[in-house]
């Protein structure tokens, strides 16, 4: 028998949702870690007894760039965000798992993105060494209006075919990359940090990149999860230019 669905009203956001649900992750987890290298096993109360040594040990690794020791926790997080943000996330292949819902499985739910106000609209100079401009008023308009129609329109040709009876995994084909998502992925804090590095502007960076507003939205709110997680890795990974290790 073919299921009809509910004909669904698109709603449009401009933000990201960025849940921290599970973890694993502390400051000691890098201790334990680097230090079996030099003292076998140990306690917790051995590892974290000296706070100063302990900043210290983390920032040494930070700074040679001995990595491995912040490979031992991990973090999970929801994610919701348009479908042009997962594009690029997934690019990131190493020390991150993904499991995103499923065009196949479910109807998509008719949520779009749409820029709001602090979004700077317009692109200057060439590939590479871009800046980005305030828009007017009338390109933000604009761009609101007609981002809206045609989300509207492409949500409206999905109906239809899911209504004759078409497969989701068909019908998927018409709606855009405006289109929010959700996802759950698993980091750890190395791998976040390469991450972050790519994926976020900070004055603090050694190696300036230039990510797209949007992924740097999810960047930013998962970063503020991990510093309170790990707050001398985080301060370690600022104070030697934000170089994943
Ligand atoms: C500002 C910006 C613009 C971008 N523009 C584009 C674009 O126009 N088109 C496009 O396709 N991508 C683009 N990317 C994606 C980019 O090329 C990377 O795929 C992405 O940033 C992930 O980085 P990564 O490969 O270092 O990360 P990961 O995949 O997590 O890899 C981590 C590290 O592991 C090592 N590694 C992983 N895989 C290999 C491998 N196969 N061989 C050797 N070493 C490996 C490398 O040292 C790598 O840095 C862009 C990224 C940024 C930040």
Same mark, same amino acid.
């Given at each position: 028998?073919?299921?009809? /669905? ?10 990201? +949702? ?15 870690? *680097? %230090? ?5 096993? $140990?306690?917790?109360?051995?590892? +974290? ?19 491995? /020791? ?16 997962? !594009?690029?996330?997934? !690019?990131? %292949? ?5 499991? =995103?819902?499923?065009? !196949?499985?479910? $109807?998509? =739910? ?27 008023? *009338?390109?933000? =308009? ?16 999905? $109906? ?10 068909? *019908?998927?084909?018409?709606? /855009? ?8 992925? +698993? ?18 960076? *050694?190696?300036?990149?230039?990510? $797209? ?7 930013? %709110? ?5 510093? !309170?997680?790990?707050?001398? +890795? ?10 994943? /290790?």
């Amino acid at each position: 028998m073919t299921e009809t /669905p509910e004909p669904a009203k698109p709603s449009f956001r401009s933000d990201v +949702t960025v849940e921290l649900v599970k973890h694993s992750a502390g400051d000691a987890d890098v201790l334990f870690a *680097a %230090r079996v290298s030099t003292a076998g096993e $140990q306690s917790l109360e051995e590892v +974290t007894k000296d706070p100063e040594r302990s900043k210290g040990l983390i920032n040494f690794l930070m700074r040679d760039r001995h990595g491995s /020791p912040f490979e031992h926790n991990s973090m999970t997080f929801f994610i919701s965000a348009p479908i042009f943000v997962f !594009r690029e996330f997934m !690019r990131h %292949r190493v020390g991150w798992s993904y499991n =995103e819902e499923s065009g !196949r499985y479910r $109807q998509l =739910e008719p949520v779009f993105y749409v820029p709001d106000e602090s979004r700077k609209l317009v692109q200057q100079g060439r590939p590479g060494k871009y800046e980005f401009v305030e828009g007017t008023q *009338a390109q933000h =308009e604009l761009t609101g209006r007609v981002m809206e129609d045609s989300y509207r329109q492409a949500y409206e040709a999905y $109906q239809e075919m899911l209504a004759a009876g078409v497969a989701r995994e068909v *019908a998927r084909s018409v709606l /855009p990359v405006g289109l929010y998502s959700s996802m759950y992925a +698993t980091c750890n804090a190395r791998s976040l940090m390469h991450f972050l590095g790519l994926r976020t502007q900070h004055e603090l960076a *050694a190696v300036p990149s230039f990510p $797209q507003r949007e992924i740097e939205m999810v960047g930013q %709110r998962m970063e503020e999860h991990w510093a !309170r997680l790990m707050p001398l +890795t985080h301060a370690a990974f600022n104070k030697n230019g934000r170089v994943a /290790p």
